[in-house]
């Protein structure tokens, strides 16, 4: 099987530079990431960080990746920090992909699911766990915040989620929960808001908070002046 199926998953609207890869855990799973641009480019997810941290966040540990190109973006930092076995290749095992969609109902109450996903965080830095659940018509995605060494490497719950989703062809999205069971509010981080504001500009977050609380918003209220420019490409 060729590529070709991930990259028309990307999301390269400013520099149209297709990115894809899958990761192979220990146990013999995959996990397929493909790149995820930002307008703001430096929130862009390379398609390795994404597959790196979809597979941490379900419980496995990385040990190869199949990559398209051997100077994939972060692919050095990646390989180092679990002495992955760096494949290249144009035959990918997309036949071998984890199915990371739920379809199972929980529209009515999601919080218990929710507080289930926290133990799934990777969070030997912060000790501060978070969830998130990504809806979409027919069923959702869940995510976790991952931490590793390179502080800037890891990557937020909310983006897990949007990470699986992409990399399983799935954006049509209705609404994002969130969860906290530390801190005072159960809020997405500044950069996760610049990112929400692009993939889901008008959607319903709902925010479950540490103390028993709910809140509702709209995406584009939590960060109403997101960066946007016409001069940039999409």
Avoid at 1 to 28: D, F, I
Avoid at 155 to 166: D, M, N
């Amino acid at each position: 099987m060729s590529w070709k199926l991930l990259y028309e998953y990307v999301y390269v609207p400013y520099s149209q530079n297709k990115s894809a890869c899958v990761v192979e855990s220990k146990t013999g799973r995959f996990y397929a990431g493909v790149r995820i641009e930002n307008i703001s480019y430096p929130l862009t997810i390379p398609a390795v960080q994404a597959a790196c941290a979809i597979c941490l966040s379900e419980g496995e540990v990385p040990a190869k990746i199949y990559v398209d190109d051997s100077d994939s973006e972060q692919l050095d930092y990646w390989a180092k920090e679990f002495e992955l076995e760096i494949i290249e290749t144009e035959n990918p095992p997309l036949d071998k992909l984890e199915d990371l969609f739920h379809n199972s109902d929980i529209e009515s109450d999601p919080l218990p699911k929710l507080k289930a996903l926290l133990d799934k965080a990777v969070i030997p830095n912060s000790d501060f766990p978070v969830s998130a659940l990504l809806f979409t018509k027919d069923g959702y995605f869940e995510g976790v915040n991952v931490e590793v060494s390179e502080w800037t490497h890891g990557i937020c719950a909310e983006r897990v989620a949007l990470a699986k989703a992409f990399a399983a062809g799935k954006t049509e999205f209705t609404r994002m929960e969130i969860h906290t069971k530390k801190g005072e509010i159960s809020s997405p981080c500044g950069a996760c808001r610049q990112v929400i504001s692009e993939l889901l500009p008008y959607h319903e977050l709902k925010l479950h908070h540490a103390d028993g609380t709910l809140s509702e918003h709209l995406s584009i209220d939590l960060l109403p002046f997101s960066f946007k420019s016409s001069a940039l490409k999409k």
